[in-house]
């Protein structure tokens, strides 16, 4: 190995450490978080002035006990059903037919993905092919995080997955074609 490749490789494994320990020094501090009593804390936030404070968190009508922790508070928002769209849209949608809200889902995917993919040919000099990956991923996006008409989260996931092995398989085949190319040229 040479000065430079070996330059190369010290530099990666100095920036994997360093996102390793971005990641524990991140999941450990989200464990205190959650450890910590959540009255005492959102009292001390409201007295301090703080500009957010755990109000958020409370599900409607729940009581939370002196104990609880801030995890036990973000465990009952998160068995709380939906958001108040989705609430809104859920007995809309179950007037329905099934079939028909998945066709909306994948039509509304493709708004989304074409207007990304006319934004980034207007607006820069992508290629279609890069320009239509990269909007297929951020319509897929886009899709996850709105409220749509069919419940559960598969077509999300599809939405946001099929793009991902769609560069996927592209990073695959550059790479495969370009082992070829470095094989033929010794």
Known sequence: MNRITT??????????LTLVLIILVAVFSVKHVLRLPFRDTNDTLHREGAAITLDFL???????DQDATIGDVVNLKL?????????A????????PAGYRYLVD????????LSFLTLFRVFT???????LRISL????????????FSPGSWEDAAFVGFPVLVIL???????????KKKVFRQ
Do not use: N
Not at 79 to 87: A, D, I, L, T
Not at 137 to 148: H, I, K
């Open 7 to 16: 330059r190369r490789t010290l530099y990666q494994v100095v920036l994997l």
């Open 89 to 96: 849209l859920q007995p809309i949608a179950d007037l329905i």
């Open 125 to 131: 000099f992508m290629g279609y092919a890069r320009a």
């Open 58 to 64: 409370i599900p409607g009508g729940t009581y939370i």
């Open 79 to 87: 068995k709380e059903s939906g958001s108040p769209v989705e609430k």
């Open 169 to 179: 398989a592209r990073f695959y085949l550059v790479r495969r074609k370009r082992e």
């Open 137 to 148: 991923l951020l319509g897929g996006l886009t899709y996850y995080f709105m409220p749509d």
């Open 106 to 113: 994948i039509l509304l995917f493709f708004f989304w993905t």
